[in-house]
């Protein structure tokens, strides 16, 4: 993603009116340029050089110059390349780099401030292309278990942390009952598939179309579900502040092919005992065999390369 600043030029002339502002126009101030580190070149393996760049990112930023928070041409930008470029990275980098980065913006408070805010904005929020938990997580425990951030600056990041720790990748989903059509319940964990797709959502979803138009169109998921190793269960879950429209969900039933496990929270249990972390609608889980996470909060193209790969290996 490319920031983009528009500047609007303007001149104050104090003379005279029909006098020429002339030669007394100020000279702009230049555009400031992120200076990146240089790699030794010493260093030629690319696992080393990428290591290097991560952790010496940030060499050249004053961390003290508050006045660069108001400059995201520079300082955002040079967050949204950092971000992009730390999967290059081997993981210990990717924790001592972040640790780093926090580490150094914590020296003022201002700044501090603006780094958590970025590293939120754009790897946290569900509607940013950069979103990754994964990632989010080392800043977010950086945080928490620092021993120089007070305990109240701490309280949202706490919370953040709990709901991170929620059905995250590597570990077991959190199981609940669900209801068909028919009346019919049953338990998620009992569904015996080699993956599957748990597709949370509210049939008033303004965006769930588009992303059930992106399973229906992959190939990768329709040879999954053509091939028996992959099944579907789509959940409606009403929220603890609405009713639940069991007659607009009966009539949603129509947009889901009938292979699929279609239900809905009946008890709104995964609402109520926050089973699962709802901040936004519709959300999907890929799970495996055992019911372990593989990715949380996916999206059509990160189901498709991790399934993708998983079918092109050997059945031995």
């Given at each position: 993603?490319?920031?983009?600043?528009?500047?609007?030029?303007?001149?104050?002339?104090?003379?005279?009116?029909?006098?020429?502002?002339?030669?007394?126009?100020?000279?702009?101030?230049?555009?400031?340029?992120?200076?990146?580190?240089?790699?030794?070149?010493?260093?030629?393996?690319?696992?080393?050089?990428?290591?290097?760049?991560?952790?010496?990112?940030?060499?050249?930023?004053?961390?003290?110059?508050?006045?660069?928070?108001?400059?995201?041409?520079?300082?955002?930008?040079?967050?949204?390349?950092?971000?992009?470029?730390?999967?290059?990275?081997?993981?210990?980098?990717?924790?001592?780099?972040?640790?780093?980065?926090?580490?150094?913006?914590?020296?003022?408070?201002?700044?501090?401030?603006?780094?958590?805010?970025?590293?939120?904005?754009?790897?946290?929020?569900?509607?940013?292309?950069?979103?990754?938990?994964?990632?989010?997580?080392?800043?977010?425990?950086?945080?928490?278990?620092?021993?120089?951030?007070?305990?109240?600056?701490?309280?949202?990041?706490?919370?953040?942390?709990?709901?991170?720790q929620k059905n995250r990748q590597g570990t077991i989903a959190n199981d609940f009952n669900y209801t068909l059509v028919n009346g019919t319940q049953g338990k998620m964990h009992r569904i015996q598939a080699n993956y599957l797709l748990?597709?949370?959502?509210?049939?008033?979803?303004?965006?769930?179309?588009?992303?059930?138009?992106?399973?229906?169109?992959?190939?990768?998921?329709?040879?999954?579900?053509?091939?028996?190793i992959l099944k579907m269960l789509a959940v409606y879950v009403p929220r603890d502040n609405e009713s639940q429209d069991i007659a607009g969900w009966e009539l949603y039933q129509s947009t889901f092919p009938k292979n699929w496990i279609?239900?809905?929270?009946?008890?709104?249990?995964?609402?109520?005992?926050?089973?699962?972390?709802?901040?936004?609608?519709?959300?999907?889980?890929?799970?495996?065999?055992?019911?372990?996470?593989?990715?949380?909060?996916?999206?059509?193209?990160?189901?498709?390369?991790?399934?993708?790969?998983?079918?092109?290996?050997?059945?031995?």
């Amino acid at each position: 993603m490319k920031l983009v600043t528009l500047i609007g030029l303007g001149l104050l002339c104090m003379a005279p009116v029909m006098t020429s502002c002339g030669g007394n126009t100020p000279k702009q101030d230049p555009v400031k340029t992120f200076v990146h580190a240089s790699i030794p070149a010493m260093l030629i393996n690319p696992q080393e050089r990428a290591d290097y760049y991560a952790m010496h990112y940030w060499d050249h930023f004053d961390f003290a110059d508050t006045s660069l928070i108001n400059q995201p041409a520079y300082t955002e930008q040079a967050f949204v390349d950092y971000i992009d470029f730390l999967p290059h990275a081997s993981y210990a980098t990717v924790v001592s780099s972040v640790g780093q980065t926090l580490s150094n913006a914590l020296k003022n408070k201002k700044m501090f401030e603006h780094f958590t805010d970025l590293f939120e904005k754009y790897l946290y929020d569900p509607n940013s292309q950069f979103r990754n938990e994964e990632l989010y997580a080392l800043a977010v425990e950086y945080v928490v278990t620092s021993k120089q951030i007070d305990e109240v600056d701490k309280m949202r990041f706490t919370y953040q942390w709990q709901q991170i720790q929620k059905n995250r990748q590597g570990t077991i989903a959190n199981d609940f009952n669900y209801t068909l059509v028919n009346g019919t319940q049953g338990k998620m964990h009992r569904i015996q598939a080699n993956y599957l797709l748990v597709f949370l959502y509210d049939p008033g979803c303004g965006t769930c179309g588009e992303i059930l138009q992106g399973i229906y169109s992959s190939p990768v998921i329709t040879e999954a579900f053509n091939r028996g190793i992959l099944k579907m269960l789509a959940v409606y879950v009403p929220r603890d502040n609405e009713s639940q429209d069991i007659a607009g969900w009966e009539l949603y039933q129509s947009t889901f092919p009938k292979n699929w496990i279609s239900a809905y929270d009946a008890l709104q249990a995964i609402e109520r005992e926050k089973l699962y972390d709802l901040r936004a609608l519709p959300t999907m889980y890929l799970l495996d065999d055992l019911k372990r996470v593989l990715i949380k909060d996916a999206t059509v193209p990160q189901i498709d390369y991790l399934l993708g790969y998983e079918m092109q290996k050997p059945p031995f």
